[in-house]
């Protein structure tokens, strides 16, 4: 492509550029990545004859409207590269569909290895309205340790995974955290924030190249629905050098502002 041609070029009817020139924008071209110039509604014409080349990408829609990319200043870009891992159970209407997706992931999975979920999901999308037990997560497996997460703040775990994370009739809530109990005292395995993070603490960490191959996906995903720049609000440092390498490696599509922590 010459170097007076542009890759791209957008032909709308408004372009909102936040720009402190008042002047109306409604056309815009492209090059290596960057805006390298701006037509107004008068002469939006000139600017296609002039940028376009004969590998131009044009879009010319008079009734569309160009916004710039939003920012999210609380998001959690790391744990949607985790979701994209997981075993996807927002698939799942009921129960017993959760259970089979789990039961399939546990079918290739090497016996003893951690089973982990994909956190995007809700129990009041279940048919039954409720979260599954660990007794019910034991029906997907009885060889794997099973993390089945959702959201940032609250867990599932089958026997196994109690087992591991030393929960049981004695153990008490952890301060900031608790643990569902049946009328015997015995955990039923959701666990909740201070609670989870006993379950955390022991499911190993995932591997690094699995980690940026998550960023790519789910950055890819934001960057398609208009977010330009996330601030992922939890994350450890070694999620930070995932970060660091899948920038480095052109994988990221969105700009984000880490907050680290440790526990």
Do not use: K
């Not at 993390?147 to 087992?163: I, K």
């Not at 960490?205 to 609000?233: F, K, N």
């Amino acid at each position: 492509m010459s170097n007076d041609t542009a890759d791209l070029i957008v032909a709308a009817s408004t372009v909102h550029s936040m720009a402190a020139d008042p002047r109306p924008v409604a056309a815009i071209a492209v090059r290596d990545g960057r805006i390298a110039a701006t037509a107004g509604p008068d002469d939006r014409g000139e600017l296609l004859d002039a940028w376009r080349g004969q590998g131009t990408v044009v879009i010319d829609d008079p009734g569309l409207v160009v916004l710039p990319a939003f920012v999210d200043t609380h998001n959690h870009l790391m744990l949607a590269a985790q979701n994209i891992l997981g075993v996807p159970v927002s698939q799942a209407t009921d129960i017993a569909g959760l259970v089979g997706l789990i039961r399939e992931r546990a079918a290739r999975t090497p016996a003893g290895q951690w089973i982990r979920t994909a956190a995007d999901w809700h129990e009041l999308r279940l048919a039954e309205r409720r979260l599954p037990t660990a007794a019910e997560l034991d029906e997907a497996t009885a060889d794997h340790p099973v993390l089945l997460q959702r959201g940032g703040h609250n867990g599932v775990l089958n026997s196994a995974g109690l087992r591991l994370a030393g929960i049981g009739r004695g153990t008490a809530d952890p301060e900031g955290g608790f643990i569902d109990r049946d009328a015997a005292g015995d955990p039923r395995g959701w666990v909740q924030d201070a609670a989870l993070e006993l379950a955390q603490r022991v499911v190993p960490p995932l591997p690094e190249a699995a980690l940026i191959d998550g960023l790519a996906r789910a950055s890819a995903s934001y960057a398609a629905a208009g977010l330009g720049t996330v601030r992922d609000a939890a994350v450890t440092p070694a999620q930070w050098h995932a970060y660091v390498r899948a920038q480095a490696g052109g994988q990221l599509s969105v700009r984000c502002h880490a907050m680290l922590f440790t526990t």
